[in-house]
């Protein structure tokens, strides 16, 4: 028997020690990387036959693509894998829908604002980083941020709230009368990334005008916290208190783009601002999570992917606004040893977990797409800080542009649409004909 006490030995060891990681060793990092990463593309639609190109399998969102593609993305900017480029490239062309604004046609009526600005970080990061241009023939990275951009810009609302975007695009999805922090946060950190890669005023002066809409609805605080959201149906009086790691993010990367290109000590006071509250928000002992869920065990299927994204964040932050990074470098690093160790779950021994401050890095028994998107921008927001500086149109990036990119004629498949659309129709029709043969 002492073969089986020698098995047991060796599998508990595996279940136990998580992923290897050192983050003094850029072989280290790269291999915890790759165990990270093909646990995530485990869950990628595209590489099963006959599946969907730059979609993974339900019930995972179409928002999630977009965010997974960019942990991709930055993964090879921090370390030079360039394993998953191809598939990263062939999924951001395949999702940017038939009038080349990311909103494609099977997804559009579920699409909210902030699933938009996902892919539209996405084609900003591409063009940040000098990213292979798409095909001449393809709209470029560039054009695809700004059609993103040019949309948003159409549906800011004035009519409640004395402005801010809607969650929602279409008005019958619940969330079209709730305006909130990740829309607004998200179209803020676009607009400050598109000024700060083309130098156009317009861009700054839409950053700035969401972000004093979003301190003056209260949505963000004095002391930086940012706020979940408020409904349009009381003009925007009571508050949905609930805080969000990515909301912060989104906010406190967007000031640290406003700064690098301005160097203007507003800006430089605010990333400050929200790096200090999230620190001490959501961390436990230097280890990032979720407060809104974490603790009681109740995230939901893609809520186990935001904290990732305040580490991607976080990471930039750190890159933009240097005189952040001695703050933020020992989160970061601490977060990115224990998700690697809480990456220790499944039949591999590499599954990754959601609670990594719990139980010294013990795998707590989740698993999903969300948890191996988190763990893979835990990880990557180490090196990332030392990535290549990113480009600006002036100094190296080479995507071209559009000003006019989203604004075709055909209104309706990108403004709320005022009347219930065709295909919603028939599918009603299609789904009752049944019943009334019955
Ligand atoms: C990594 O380097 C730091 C400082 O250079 C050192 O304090 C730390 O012990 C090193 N960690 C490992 C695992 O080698
Ligand atoms: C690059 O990443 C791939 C997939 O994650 C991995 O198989 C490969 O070993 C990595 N290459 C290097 C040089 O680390
Ligand atoms: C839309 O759905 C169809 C059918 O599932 C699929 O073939 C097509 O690739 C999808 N398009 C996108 C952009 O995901
Ligand atoms: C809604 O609130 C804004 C301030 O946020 C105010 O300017 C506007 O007058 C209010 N509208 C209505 C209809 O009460
Ligand atoms: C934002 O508010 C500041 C004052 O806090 C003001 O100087 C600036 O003009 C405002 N920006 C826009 C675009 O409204
Ligand atoms: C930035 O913060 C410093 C220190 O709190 C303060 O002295 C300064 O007035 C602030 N600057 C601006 C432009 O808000
Ligand atoms: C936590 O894990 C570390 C390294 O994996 C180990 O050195 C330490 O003793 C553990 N602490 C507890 C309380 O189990
Ligand atoms: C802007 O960011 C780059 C890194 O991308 C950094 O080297 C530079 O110092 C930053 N500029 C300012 C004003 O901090
Ligand atoms: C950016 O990419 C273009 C096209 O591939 C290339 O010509 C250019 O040299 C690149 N710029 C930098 C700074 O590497
Ligand atoms: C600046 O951007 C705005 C918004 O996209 C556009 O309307 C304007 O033409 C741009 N200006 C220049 C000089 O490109």
Known sequence: MLWFKTLLILLLSLLVQGIELNLNNSESIDSALSLVADGMLNYYAGKNYGGTIGMFVPPAYWWEAGAAFNGLLNRYLATGNDTYNMLTMQGMLHQIGDNSDYMPANYSTSEGNDDQAFWGLLAMSAAESN?????????????????????????WDTGTCNGGLRWQITQFNHGYTYKNSVSNGAFFQLAARLGRYTGNQTFFEWADKVYNWSVAVGLVLDDYSVLDGKSTKDNCSAIELTQWTYNSGFYMAGSAFLYNATGSEVWKNRTSGFVDKAAEMFFYEYIVYEPACEVSATCNYDQTSFKGFLCRFMAYTAMLAPFTRETIEPYLKTTARA????????????????????????????????????????????????????????????????????????????????????????LLVLFWMPMLVI
């Open 131 to 155: 990213f292979t241009n798409p095909p001449p023939d393809e709209p470029q990275w560039l054009e695809l941020a700004q059609a993103v951009f040019n949309q948003q810009v159409y549906r």
């Open 339 to 426: 998700a690697a160790t809480a990456c220790s779950g499944g039949y591999d021994g590499v599954t990754c977990g959601n609670q990594w401050w719990w139980n010294n890095g013990t795998w707590d028994g989740l698993y999903g797409l969300g948890e191996q998107m988190s763990a893979l921008e835990a990880i990557v927001a180490v090196p990332f800080m030392d990535a290549a500086p990113l480009y600006t149109h002036a100094n190296g990036g080479s995507s071209t542009g559009d000003n006019m990119a989203g604004l075709y004629d055909d209104e309706t498949s990108w403004a709320p649409p005022s009347y219930l659309p065709l295909n919603s129709i028939l």
